[in-house]
């Protein structure tokens, strides 16, 4: 374990924009503050969002996260089910930065569904918490915990968050603190999209890309994605019949004129390349 206090060398300098910043950060091992150094050097942006996120919305957070990986942007967000874990993965799977900030013990497993997430990024990346070994969760230490998610990062993403979330409390922190808030717009009828909706309404950046992100960071993003899957014949129709519509495997191959073998051929190919996913009520949703 590294032990970084508040005054030293090597404590994160944008923690001192904070009000009221940590007075330590503990580190899990086996990183040392040299190595959390680089992991927490920008460009840096957070992303939060629900943990009963849609499996769509999990989907999203992994892509953006892996490809801003890919574009040197690294990610912090507080290893939590849904969005955070899904972010946690993406970044991870480019090998790219990512963070994980605890709202217990860097000792504590929690939640349990994240350990093996937690173990791995304490090797690749970097799992702290500004409370001692041994402190458990409770649910005043997790808002507490977002104050250093939105002041380490360069902008707050939000992406599926019920109108009274803790990712909206990160993003009103990011706000606070002069830092960039994107939030991804969604259905108005779907309990995931108050949140983030009623961002975009108090001026909130709209974020449908990853080009989207590194323009606010000023970032040139270039070109079209070159990891962008090409999908061309059959698939292209499938994709793009399910973009005007998420529906049911049997609904699409009756829509585009398939057999049900044909059909499921072709979702297959659009799951393989990480276009499309499958909801638990069975709809197939586009991912981009």
């Known amino acids: 374990m590294t032990v970084i206090g508040f005054g030293s060398g090597d404590y994160p300098e944008r ?11 503990f580190v899990r091992a086996p990183v040392v503050a040299e190595r959390l150094a680089v992991l927490l050097a920008p460009p840096l942006v957070a992303i939060v969002g629900s ?15 892996g490809e801003l990986a890919a ?23 480019r090998g790219g930065r990512t963070v994980a900030v605890l709202g217990c ?12 997430l937690a173990r791995r990024i304490a090797t690749e990346g970097a799992v702290l918490s500004e409370y001692s070994p041994g402190t458990p969760p409770a649910p005043f230490r997790f808002p ?34 002069g830092r960039d808030v994107l939030a991804v717009p969604g259905a108005p009828w779907t309990t995931g999209s108050g949140g983030t909706n009623a961002l975009l309404k108090d001026g909130a950046l709209a974020l449908t890309e990853t080009a989207d992100v590194l323009i606010a ?10 990891d962008d899957p090409l999908i061309t014949g059959p698939a292209s129709k499938v994709l793009a019949a399910l973009r005007r519509e998420p529906v049911s495997a049997d609904v699409l191959a009756a829509r585009c004129g398939l057999t049900p073998a044909g059909a499921a051929a072709l979702i297959v190919q659009l799951e393989l390349a990480g276009v499309i996913v499958r909801e638990t009520d069975g709809r197939l949703v586009p991912t981009r």
């Open 15 to 25: 923690l001192c924009d904070l009000a009221n910043p940590p007075d330590r950060l």
């Open 51 to 65: 943990r009963n996120a849609s499996v769509a919305g999990v989907a999203f957070a992994r892509r953006l996260a």
């Open 71 to 93: 574009s040197g942007v690294g990610v912090v967000s507080g290893l939590a089910r849904g969005i955070d874990a899904g972010a946690h993965e993406g970044a991870l799977e």
């Open 105 to 116: 013990g860097i000792d504590r497993d929690y939640p349990a569904a994240t350990i093996p």
């Open 144 to 177: 507490e915990r977002n104050r250093i998610v939105a002041a380490l990062a360069d902008a707050t993403i939000v992406i599926e968050a019920a109108a009274r979330s803790g990712a909206l409390i990160t993003a009103r922190l990011a706000l606070d603190l």
């Open 217 to 226: 960071l000023g970032i040139d993003p270039g070109a079209a994605r070159v």
